[in-house]
């Protein structure tokens, strides 16, 4: 009888050791980045009630895993952080804030799966409750940025807009309504064709004219001081100069923070999570890649999503990166490290194996020993498998004359050493 042919599901992936190291190596360069802005690191469950899930949008249920758990209860996986984190501050009003809370998670989401697009995928972000000022926009924006420079990702370019600032441009073009899915086919502007997005715009009744508008608006992006006086010269009303002007303070901040020359003021970023209020901002490899890549890192202010589980609203805002497309920008630019911590193979037997390990393992060497009872010629097969650095031999000759005997596995060479200086031995090795 033929056994089945177990896969894995749809939309998944198995990261083994080579892949894993390139997500540790993103997770601990970011986490260390978070961490000097003072931002703690947070976890939490990977389902949560549907009803939390779909609070802000309930036809975010069409994008997720759910299921009705064996209690009858209505579970949905979770599709980011941001609605679990703002669960944890309404749950605990006593927390001091602002509350910085930064994580690297693992989430779900129930889309047909592209390259770099899976349905489940990990994320890193950062949350910032508990301030409306822009000061606390500009920490944000600043501190993915340095997250960018720390993993020599310095060209990136960061494309900044508002969502309030919009909506009254909108109104003032005579779009009052469906102001929501206007923003939704904004946001495709740069990805998609005029003609098909002309089609979608006159499917919500826009006139010729207002699409026209649209159109020359987004057309204006791009440097700060010339796209707002666009801006002022054609808008007048009062929120738009006032939004013009926030704008204008936090570029004035981001500049001190250093990262002033990766800023473009883009007028089709929109994001496409209802619950946006005001400051939205993604950022892409390069400053000329927002025509033809896919984002790095999206985010915004979200002023009113921790209110609907709250008792009162709280101001916050935040950003998510993809791990995965950044993984892949790094390796193209081959900026991932090579270099990999040192790795021995003890051969001999299993007390003697276990004492020359604990030796090594005590000095910060990661030790391998024979657990299999391998011969020789086998064992060192097996450490060529695995790319160890050095195999320590101690067999029956070895040990009548008290020595080790290593074989460097990269050039073949092998010497022998006196038994008792195998901390000297290495410990010089991690210093060379």
């Known amino acids: 009888m033929s056994k089945k042919n177990y896969r894995r599901v749809k939309g998944t992936r198995d990261l083994l050791p080579t892949d894993f190291s390139k997500y540790k190596y993103v ?29 802000k949008n309930p036809s975010i249920k069409d994008q997720i895993y759910w299921f009705v758990d064996k209690g009858g209860r209505k579970i949905g996986l979770r599709f980011d952080l941001t609605v679990p984190v703002a669960r944890i501050v309404a749950q605990n009003p006593q927390l001091p804030k602002p509350i910085r809370y930064y994580y690297f998670s693992r ?135 006032a939004r013009i002007k926030a704008l204008e303070e936090l570029f004035d901040l981001l500049d001190s923070y250093g990262v002033g020359k990766y800023l473009n003021f883009d007028l089709s970023i929109v994001r496409g999570l209802d619950y946006y209020t005001s400051l939205v901002f993604e950022i892409y490899e390069t400053k000329n890649s927002r025509k033809i890549g896919s984002s790095l890192c999206g985010g915004g ?23 995965d497309r950044i993984i892949e920008a790094l390796q193209t630019k081959k900026l991932l490290p090579t270099e990999k911590k040192l790795r021995v193979l003890v051969i001999s037997d299993p007390k003697n194996s276990i004492l020359l390990a604990e030796k090594l393992r005590k000095i910060g060497i990661a030790t391998l020993v024979d657990v299999n009872s391998r011969t020789l010629s086998k064992n060192l097969s097996f450490a060529n498998k695995l790319k160890i650095d050095y195999v320590i031999i101690y067999k029956e000759r070895e040990i009548r004359e008290n020595v080790l005997r290593i ?4 050039s073949g060479k092998e010497e022998c050493i006196d038994a008792a200086k195998i901390d000297q031995f290495f410990k010089k090795l991690l210093t060379s």
């Open 301 to 323: 202010r979200y002023d009113e999503l921790i209110g609907i589980y709250a008792k009162e609203k709280i101001p916050a805002t935040g950003f998510a990166m993809g791990i």
């Open 27 to 55: 997770c601990d360069a970011f986490s260390s980045v978070a961490e000097l802005y003072g931002y703690e690191r947070v976890e939490t469950p990977a389902f949560e009630y549907l009803e939390l899930l779909e609070a």
């Open 107 to 241: 989430m779900w989401r129930y889309e047909e799966p592209q390259k770099l697009r899976y349905r489940e995928f990990w994320q890193f972000g950062v949350e910032l409750i508990g301030t409306p000022l822009i000061e606390g926009d500009a920490e944000v924006i600043s501190l993915a940025a340095k997250c960018f420079e720390k993993v020599g990702l310095g060209e990136i370019g960061i494309y900044i807009n508002d969502r309030i600032l919009m909506e009254n441009i909108l109104k003032e073009i005579g779009i009052k309504a469906n102001a929501l899915e206007v923003f939704r086919i904004i946001d495709k502007i740069r990805k998609a064709g005029r003609e098909e997005l002309t089609l979608e715009l006159k499917a919500l009744k826009l006139k010729d004219e207002q699409i026209r508008k649209i159109f020359e608006l987004v057309e204006e992006s791009g440097e700060f001081s010339r796209t707002s006086s666009y801006i002022l010269e054609n808008f007048k009303g009062r929120q738009i100069k």
């Open 407 to 410: 074989k460097d596995m990269k």
